[in-house]
């Protein structure tokens, strides 16, 4: 009797799926996914994403248009003020020196001479000391008197302008706390309109993440084929079969 041939290894397939209800449910979680996937992308915000400058706030800028147009002609009338105060020729400057040369020669030099006829020496070097001092203090009182009204006019001019500020400053704030708010309630609403927009989506992300993520065991089904061998299936069923003689083969 001629030798067989050697034995053949097995070839083995395994296949594993999901459990039933899992396989199911991931089933329906495509098709959700799919049907999600075509209504297309989702919707901007519809609404208006940036609030309208208020009543105030317009109101506001405004009056700062206002007051600066009327600031320009006060700085102007200031320039001309200030160089006015610096020409002696000036009616400012002559409103500010004729009262003290007028108290001069009607008051201090007429006095002098009295003092300096009373004394016998009038018409003295003494006397012209006098004159002169008085003089010179009139015109150094002048002078001060000049630069305290310079001072004045710059000082008074920013307080001036400062104050026409005022009320385009208090309509501004007013207006800002305005604005403000309502660009919060847009904000608010642009959320809620994004949330709505999320949550089916965010609702299909928690169903794939709770199915996906709980193991509810697997099917496996494995199948041999294969050469033969006394461990194949097929050498198994064929000694059974020569054993009842359904195979024919040498007799006695």
């Known amino acids: 009797m001629g030798g067989g041939g050697g034995s053949q290894p097995a070839n083995t397939t395994t296949t594993?799926?999901?459990?039933?209800?899992?396989?199911?449910?991931?089933?329906?979680?495509?098709?959700?996914?799919?049907?999600?996937?075509?209504?297309?992308?989702?919707?901007?915000?519809?609404g208006q994403t940036v609030a309208d400058q208020g009543f105030n706030t317009l109101a506001g800028q405004q009056l700062g248009l206002d007051a600066a147009g009327i600031q320009g002609g006060l700085g102007m009338q200031a320039a001309q003020n200030l160089s006015a105060?610096?020409?002696?020729?000036?009616?400012?400057?002559?409103?500010?020196?004729?009262?003290?040369v007028a108290n001069l020669q009607s008051?201090?030099?007429?006095?002098?001479?009295?003092?300096?006829?009373?004394?016998?020496?009038?018409?003295?070097?003494?006397?012209?000391?006098?004159?002169?001092?008085?003089?010179e203090a009139t015109a150094g009182a002048a002078t001060q008197a000049i630069l305290r009204n310079q001072?004045?006019?710059?000082q008074n001019l920013g307080s001036v302008q400062s104050g026409l500020l005022a009320p385009a400053r208090t309509a501004s704030a007013v207006g800002a706390q305005q604005d403000a708010y309502r660009q919060a309630l847009i904000n608010a609403d642009r959320e809620r309109f994004r949330f709505?927009?999320?949550?089916?989506?965010?609702?299909?992300?928690?169903?794939?993440s709770r199915?996906?993520?709980?193991?509810?065991?697997?099917?496996?089904?494995?199948?041999?084929?294969?050469?033969?061998?006394?461990?194949?299936?097929?050498?198994?069923?064929?000694?059974?079969?020569?054993?009842?003689?359904?195979f024919g083969g040498g007799g006695s």
């Open 211 to 246: 199915i996906s993520g709980i193991n509810l065991g697997q099917i496996g089904n494995t199948t041999t084929s294969g050469g033969g061998g006394g461990n194949s299936a097929a050498t198994a069923a064929g000694g059974a079969m020569a054993a009842y003689g359904l």
């Open 107 to 135: 008051q201090i030099l007429p006095g002098i001479g009295s003092q300096a006829i009373q004394q016998g020496a009038f018409g003295g070097d003494r006397q012209r000391i006098q004159e002169q001092s008085a003089a």
């Open 16 to 46: 594993s799926k999901p459990f039933p209800a899992q396989e199911k449910a991931l089933t329906e979680l495509f098709g959700m996914s799919q049907a999600a996937f075509d209504a297309g992308p989702q919707q901007f915000y519809p």
């Open 85 to 100: 105060a610096f020409d002696p020729n000036s009616d400012q400057s002559q409103a500010i020196i004729n009262p003290l």
């Open 196 to 208: 709505e927009q999320e949550a089916p989506e965010t609702a299909l992300d928690r169903l794939g």
């Open 151 to 154: 001072q004045n006019a710059i």
